[in-house]
């Protein structure tokens, strides 16, 4: 059995990783594009911040390491063809050469690329890049990218266009490194995968950090600066109510979320689905015979909506671990996302698990949202903080659709979501949340979590309805 996997990060190395678990018999090939496997690019922003001291720490596990394991790794090849009828890949070697590898079983895990928006600068013949001080981010080869332009042309200044997670952990990385940023972001709220309740709160502190936060703000075009100023780049955008405005910088970052990258497995015939991913069962089968695939390339199952697209590194690499196990003559499935995620925004940390409203009513379902607040240990013990949560619960049953979190980052948001994600994993009702059995000690908590007093805020509300 030679299980051939396409792509060296979280999906890739996943599947290898488990082929080799379930049976330390099989020949296993992991095809990667670039030289960095199983490097941890969620670490980047830290990396580029400085607190990550050097960027062969981001690995999750060394080449050595993964070669120990069994696995055969071959670098800075790409993979160009499937050849689905007669199992074999073709792939373009580091010296140009074109060669067949052949496969019993192949896992495509060819991931995302970055979303390059239509911004006058950004495209064509004369589009500006790395060279200039623009940069998009995704592997490691953007970080280094990145990296360059901050330590030859030591850039006072930034704009980084977008407010996602990513965009918001390289605000701190840049602040970090003493630039001054101005963070441009079209829709009216930063972080958009939280209500505007909670983004609002994210905007205060990287306004208080700093931070130049333009929100409802469209970027038209990136340029050089007119000559005779001091900073490199002009960026022009236009506000909401239609007004221009202009900002002068040395370094412009691009992170406006990420597309499949489904060339490969599209032009051998595989399906695409939700947003042009990769069609696949719940098994990580695609429409190919023996081809299966994970990661940022597919489309996710998403528990309560069914088929979406959510590309998380969380998400890659259960789906990875799935693809490999099957690949070998398993029978697993992926349990699906719920869309769980976490960020840290300088001292604050935003998360959120499952539905909010609008998506809940897209999926056919009446749903409540209650915001609250609680203490995350007993507030009479020193050092205590409020967590600012949504609830959001389905009124004709009860059950739990989804939670928002934003509160210090010594708050313990991150677990706190992770309770939430597993009540609605689990299909519980809002008011079920009370009955867990949660750990108390005042340092720490409270007789109630405040997961708990969320849960009972929404109850609350939704009877008097
Ligand atoms: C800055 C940053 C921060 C992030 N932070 C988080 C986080 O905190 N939490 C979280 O859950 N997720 C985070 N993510 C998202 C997460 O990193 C991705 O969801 C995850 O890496 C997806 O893994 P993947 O294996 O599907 O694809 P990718 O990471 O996109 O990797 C694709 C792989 O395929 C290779 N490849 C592509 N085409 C070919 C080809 N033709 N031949 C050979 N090889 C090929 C590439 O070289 C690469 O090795 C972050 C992403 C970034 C960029």
């Known amino acids: 059995m030679h299980l051939v996997a396409i792509g060296g990060s979280d999906a890739g190395i996943s599947a290898a990783l488990r082929a080799r678990e379930v049976s330390p018999g099989c020949e296993v090939t992991v095809v990667v594009a670039d030289a960095y496997p199983n490097f941890s690019i969620c670490g980047i922003p830290y990396y580029v911040s400085g607190e990550v001291t050097h960027w062969r720490n981001l690995a999750h596990r060394s080449i ?33 050469r074109g060669e067949l590898l052949a496969y019993d079983k192949l896992v495509v895990g060819t991931g995302a690329v970055p979303v390059r928006p239509p911004i006058s600068g950004l495209d064509g013949p004369a589009a500006l890049g790395a060279g200039d001080g623009v940069h998009l981010l995704h592997s490691m080869g953007d970080t280094f990218a990145i990296m360059r332009t901050l330590d030859t042309a030591s850039p006072a200044s930034a704009v980084i266009v977008g407010a996602g997670y990513i965009g918001l952990e390289m605000a701190e990385a840049l602040v970090a490194r003493g630039l001054k940023v101005v963070q441009m972001e079209q829709l009216p709220e930063v972080l958009p995968t939280v209500d505007p309740a909670l983004g609002a709160l994210v905007h205060a502190q990287l306004a208080g950090h700093g931070v130049e936060v333009l929100t409802g703000t469209a970027v038209q075009a990136i340029s ?5 100023g001091q900073a490199r780049l002009r960026v022009e955008a236009v506000t909401a109510g239609g007004d221009a405005l202009t900002r002068d910088v040395d370094m412009v970052l691009v992170v406006v979320g990420v597309r499949p990258d489904t060339g490969l497995a599209a032009d051998a015939g595989a399906e695409l689905g939700f947003k042009e991913a990769i069609a696949v069962d719940r098994g990580m089968a695609t429409s190919l015979p023996d081809v299966l695939a994970a990661g940022d390339c597919v489309v996710t199952h998403h528990r309560l909506l069914g088929e979406n697209y959510l590309p998380l590194g969380t998400t890659a690499h259960k789906q990875g671990r799935v693809a490999g196990e099957n690949a070998l003559g398993g029978n697993r499935e992926f349990a699906g996302s719920l869309g769980t995620q976490v960020v840290k925004i300088f001292d604050q940390a935003a998360a959120r698990t499952g539905l909010r409203d609008h998506e809940a009513a897209a999926a056919g379902l009446d749903s409540l949202t209650v915001a609250s607040e609680a203490d995350d240990h007993k507030a009479y013990y020193p050092g205590s903080h409020r967590i600012a949560m949504r609830f959001t619960g389905d009124r004709a049953t009860g059950r739990l659709l989804g939670v928002q979190l934003f509160g210090h980052r010594h708050a313990e948001v991150a677990k706190r979501i992770d309770i939430a994600a597993t009540a609605i994993f689990h299909g519980m009702a809002v008011e079920a949340l009370s009955d867990l059995d949660l750990s108390y000690t005042p340092p720490l908590g409270s007789p109630w979590d405040a997961i708990q007093v969320g849960a009972q805020a929404w109850t609350r509300q939704a009877r008097l309805r």
């Open 224 to 228: 050089p600066a007119p000559a005779g």
């Open 64 to 96: 050595f390491d993964l070669e120990a394991i069994g696995m055969g790794l071959r670098l800075q090849t790409t993979a160009r063809r499937i050849d689905v009828a007669a199992r074999k890949l073709l792939v373009t070697t580091p010296d140009g």
